[in-house]
C-alpha cells in the first residue's frame, strides 16, 4: 500500500472513530470497527476509489451496523438498564468543584474520538439511541449529527432517498421523546457542584429537592455483578432519598470524589482504595438536575479507570 493511501486513511481515522463510537456505544467496539475499516481499506483497490472519504463511511458505517446488530442482542438479555461507555474527559477548575482527592491539571480528552459537537456525544442521547433499530441509528447519526445529506445516506445504508427520509424522521420523533429537554449549565457551575455534593453527604433532603427538576430521572447500570436498581428512578423525592442512602450507606471518608467532564458533560468519580466505584454524570435544564446515569458495573467502570489514569489523571 502507497503512503499516500495511508495517509488517506488516517486523515479519515478521527471521522470514522467518532462514527463507530456512536453507533454500538462502546470504545472497544468503535476501535475494533475501525481496524476492520483499516482492513478493507488495504485489500481494496485504493487508485480505483473516486471518493475515499465516502467509500471510508460507507464501509465503517455497515461495519458498524453489523457490530451493533450482534451488541443488540447481547443486550437484550443484559441485567437492568444499559449505558453507553464514555470515551473523552476533560477538568472542571475552580475550588468549588474540587471535592476530595486529586484533581485534573489539564484537558485529557482523547483527541481520536473528540466529539463532533458536545450534545451528539452526551450519554444520555447515547442511551435513547439505543431505543433505535441498526438502520435508524445509522441514518440518525449521519443525517442530524454529521449533518451528510439524505442521498448520501441512502447511498450508505442501501435505501432510496425517501425511505431514508422516513426512517430519519422515525428516529428523531423516538429520540425527542425518549430524551429529557437538557439545556446549559448554571451559571455558576463549580458553586453548584459543591452545593449539591455537600447536600447528598449531608443527607439535606431539603436542599436536593430544590436542585432537582420535577421530572428528574436516575438510571443505574451495575449489569450482573453489581446491585443496582433494574429500573429508572424518577420524581424528586424518590432520586432525593435514593441520593442520600445510597451515600449513607456506602461512601466513606477516605474515598476520592473528583468532578470531571465526560463525553462533555459533568461527572462525579469516585475512587475508593485506588479502584473504581461509581461514575454518575449529570444533565441540566434551566439550572435543575434532570438526569443523573450511574456506571456501576465493574467491567464498565475497569475500562474507564484505565482510561482516566491514562488520560490525565494528576
Known sequence: MTQSAISTFEAERPRLARLAYRMPGTPDDADDVVQEAWLRWQGAAVEDIDNPAAWLTTVTTR????????????REVYVGPWIPEPVSMGPITGEGAAGRGSEWSESSTDPALAAVDSEALELGLLRVLETLGPVERAVFILHDVFGYSFADVAAVVDRSTAATRQIAVRARDRVRSGRPRLSSEPAELEKWTAAFLGAVVEGDIASLLGMLADDVVHVSDGGAERH????????PDRVARLLVNLTARDLRPDDELHWLRVNGQVALYVVCSEAPFLLTVVGWRHGSV????????????????ERWKRWGRS
Open 290 to 305: 434532570v438526569e443523573l446515569l450511574a456506571l456501576v458495573n465493574p467491567d464498565k467502570l475497569a475500562r474507564f479507570h
Open 63 to 74: 461495519l458498524a451496523i453489523d457490530r451493533l446488530t450482534s451488541a443488540r442482542r447481547r
Open 228 to 235: 443496582a436498581a433494574r429500573r429508572p428512578v424518577v420524581g
